[in-house]
């Protein structure tokens, strides 16, 4: 039998309405989940404010955390996604399935392990991460505590990131992208029903938040489960470390993990530097990053995880201009829609922050301190994005190599700008240190892949990111006019008096957008696709 017999009949989404809809479907089922991430943090920044007890979480919680992020949307996607979508090509879904077993069984082995070690020595890992917490009586013993908890959250997290890379390569993308709301919803009704019974059961309030994460983590896995039996998926007890398929995502997820981690690490830099500024730096920071990651994952992230899987499908056949008009198309969607959410939330900081987050122990002091710390984030807002399309295009490629050498350079400059920027800007210093490193991750990235494809429609891609600068000035020079307008009218201290003057600040900004939108054309500068 031919190796066309064996091909699954899927139909990929090649052309550019079908990436815009990949996206769109991805985008809306992250805005589900990334607003209940808000809601989250609401009930969090209420029961908790910025407190030791919240530092202490957020400690604990980074190191899974970060195992998460780069797990769901980095070096698992960037690794399995290749190819799992090679397997399903060239050889089938009984083979695909397979390899998702093996995949699967592996990874429970390697990080029930991780969890076994980081148990037993969580003490001596967080004293050496977040030393300062000892100067507070009790807010070190408390993270380590926090952290022996969190961490099997870790095994849910990757299993539920395999699952997501196999529905991702047969072009399910709305269930996985919402799945991670499962995490927020476990963790928001842990927080009601969970919070007031610690105190009875000898335990800090802040422990039902560590449970919460351990239910959403299960929860995630959960609900992909249906649509993987669907498809066909059927669990094995499988483990083969020989087996070709597993040792190449194995030796990808090595430089894929470095490759997709400068973000992550960043953050986690940020975190252990914010332990030395004093209560509450690394939870204004954490808020600050949340409530940025927004349009990271509507803009970035859904739209990277669209293109990957057509890129690799590309790569699989040879087909260097497929993937040279994909990659091009999906950075120009980005710039259109980042540009203006990165205008948007420098302007607009206090009045989104004080809506979201100034209830119950979060005070005024809070939502100036993290505002300052979402503007000075937003200003990485492209790079951050620009990195979740082009990484991953290397390792479909099979070019690990220019992202590895990329994401470590750019740790090592938000390293050194973090330094130096904290003397003098305090906890501010580390988020525009973190931006910094962000722009210029992106920006060698896109140029890299400029020349490892024979260019990029980089013509059109500046007339693209020029007509989006001056839509999304007109927006937030609109968006600010209105809120100042407005505070005369609706001064500070009622919450439908702050929603409505944020509302008609928004309103009128997206009304300016899209009239300039229509005015500048901005979409026909967008390289078309045959057959779009």
Same mark, same amino acid.
């Given at each position: 039998?031919?190796?066309s017999?064996?091909?699954?009949?899927?139909?990929?989404?090649?052309?550019?309405?079908?990436?815009?809809?990949?996206a769109?479907?991805?985008?809306?089922?992250?805005?589900?989940?990334?607003?209940?991430?808000?809601?989250?943090?609401?009930?969090?920044?209420?029961?908790?404010?910025?407190g030791?007890?919240?530092?202490?979480?957020?400690?604990a919680f980074?190191?899974?955390n970060?195992?998460?992020?780069?797990?769901?949307?980095?070096?698992?996607?960037?690794?399995?996604?290749?190819?799992?979508?090679?397997?399903?090509?060239?050889?089938?879904?009984?083979?695909?399935?397979?390899?998702?077993?093996?995949?699967?069984?592996?990874?429970?082995?390697?990080?029930a392990?991780l969890?076994?070690?980081?148990?037993?020595?969580a003490?001596p890992?967080?004293a050496?991460?977040?030393?300062?917490?000892?100067?507070?009586?009790?807010k070190?013993?408390?993270?380590?505590?926090?952290?022996?908890?969190?961490?099997?959250?870790?095994?849910?997290?990757?299993?539920?990131?395999?699952?997501?890379?196999?529905?991702?390569?047969?072009?399910?993308y709305?269930?996985?992208?919402?799945?991670?709301?499962?995490?927020?919803?476990?963790?928001?009704?842990?927080?009601?029903?969970?919070?007031p019974?610690?105190?009875?059961?000898?335990?800090?309030r802040?422990?039902?938040?560590?449970?919460?994460a351990?239910?959403?983590?299960?929860g995630?896995?959960?609900?992909?489960?249906?649509?993987?039996?669907?498809?066909?998926?059927?669990?094995?007890p499988?483990?083969?470390?020989?087996?070709? !398929?597993?040792?190449?995502? #194995? @030796? *990808?997820?090595? +430089?894929? $993990?470095? &490759?997709?981690?400068?973000?992550?690490?960043? /953050?986690?830099?940020?975190?252990?530097?914010?332990?030395?500024?004093?209560?509450?730096?690394?939870s204004?920071?954490?808020?600050?990053f949340?409530?940025?990651?927004?349009?990271?994952g509507?803009?970035?992230v859904?739209?990277?995880?669209?293109?990957?899987?057509?890129?690799?499908?590309?790569a699989?056949?040879?087909?260097?201009?497929?993937?040279?008009?994909t990659?091009?198309? !999906?950075?120009?969607?980005? #710039? @259109? *829609?980042?540009? +203006?959410? $990165?205008? &948007?939330?420098?302007?607009?900081?206090?009045? /989104?922050?004080?809506l979201?987050?100034?209830?119950?122990?979060?005070?005024?002091?809070?939502?100036a301190?993290?505002?300052?710390?979402?503007r000075?984030?937003?200003?990485?807002?492209i790079?951050?994005?620009?990195?979740?399309?082009?990484?991953?295009?290397?390792?479909?490629?099979?070019?690990?190599?220019?992202?590895?050498?990329?994401?470590?350079?750019?740790?090592i400059?938000?390293?050194?700008?973090?330094?130096v920027l904290?003397?003098?800007?305090?906890?501010? &210093?580390?988020?525009?240190g973190?931006?910094?490193?962000?722009?210029?991750?992106?920006?060698?990235?896109?140029?890299?892949?400029?020349?490892?494809?024979?260019?990029?429609?980089?013509?059109?891609?500046?007339i693209?990111?020029t007509?989006?600068?001056a839509?999304?000035?007109a927006?937030?020079?609109?968006?600010?006019?209105?809120?100042?307008?407005m505070?005369?009218?609706?001064?500070?201290?009622h919450?439908?008096?702050q929603?409505?003057?944020?509302?008609?600040?928004?309103?009128?900004?997206?009304?300016?957008?899209?009239?300039?939108?229509?005015?500048?054309?901005?979409?026909?500068?967008?390289p078309?696709?045959p057959?779009?």
């Open positions: 039998m031919s190796t017999e064996h091909r699954p009949e899927i139909k990929p989404p090649a052309d550019g309405l079908r990436l815009a809809r990949s769109g479907l991805t985008g809306a089922a992250t805005l589900a989940s990334r607003v209940l991430g808000l809601a989250r943090d609401q009930v969090l920044a209420a029961l908790f404010g910025a030791n007890d919240m530092d202490a979480f957020i400690v980074r190191i899974p970060l195992v998460r992020d780069l797990f769901a949307e980095g070096a698992m996607s960037a690794a399995f996604v290749p190819t799992f979508t090679r397997h399903l090509t060239l050889h089938g879904k009984d083979a695909a399935w397979r390899l998702g077993n093996n995949l699967l069984n592996t990874l429970v082995l390697a990080t392990a969890v076994a070690v980081g148990i037993v020595f003490r890992i967080i050496a991460y977040a030393g300062d917490f000892a100067s507070v009586p009790g070190l013993e408390l993270a380590i505590q926090l952290t022996r908890v969190t961490l099997p959250f870790l095994v849910f997290v990757a299993c539920a990131a395999a699952a997501m890379g196999m529905l991702n390569s047969l072009h399910h709305f269930v996985p992208a919402l799945s991670p709301a499962m995490f927020n919803i476990a963790t928001i009704v842990c927080a009601f029903a969970l919070v019974l610690m105190p009875a059961a000898g335990l800090p802040i422990m039902a938040i560590a449970i919460g351990l239910a959403g983590g299960a995630q896995l959960a609900v992909q489960w249906p649509a993987l039996r669907r498809e066909g998926f059927r669990y094995e499988y483990v083969n470390l020989a087996d070709p !398929g597993l040792r190449r995502v #194995l @030796m *990808l997820m090595g +430089p894929g $993990t470095i &490759g997709l981690a400068a973000t992550q690490v960043n /953050i986690f830099v940020n975190t252990l530097l914010a332990t030395g500024e004093g209560t509450g730096a690394v204004w920071l954490s808020y600050a949340r409530l940025m990651y927004l349009p990271i509507l803009f970035g859904s739209i990277g995880t669209a293109v990957l899987p057509a890129v690799s499908r590309h699989a056949e040879g087909d260097v201009d497929g993937i040279r008009r990659v091009s198309r !999906g950075i120009a969607m980005m #710039l @259109m *829609l980042n540009v +203006p959410a $990165t205008f &948007g939330s420098i302007v607009l900081s206090t009045p /989104i922050v004080r979201l987050f100034e209830h119950g122990r979060f005070q005024a002091a809070d939502t301190m993290t505002a300052d710390a979402l000075f984030y937003a200003l990485g807002l790079g951050y994005s620009a990195v979740r399309i082009a990484s991953p295009t290397f390792y479909a490629l099979g070019r690990s190599r220019v992202p590895v050498a990329v994401s470590v350079g750019a740790i400059l938000n390293i050194v700008c973090s330094v904290v003397g003098t800007m305090g906890f501010r &210093g580390l988020a525009l973190t931006s910094i490193a962000a722009l210029a991750n992106g920006a060698l990235l896109i140029a890299f892949l400029r020349r490892h494809l024979n260019g990029i429609d980089g013509a059109r891609l500046v693209a990111l007509k989006s600068v839509a999304g000035s927006m937030a020079a609109t968006a600010w006019i209105v809120d100042v307008e505070r005369g009218l609706l001064p500070d201290g919450f439908l008096a929603a409505t003057r944020l509302a008609c600040a928004i309103g009128g900004g997206l009304a300016v957008l899209a009239a300039s939108a229509k005015l500048l054309r901005i979409g026909t500068e967008v078309r696709i057959g779009s």
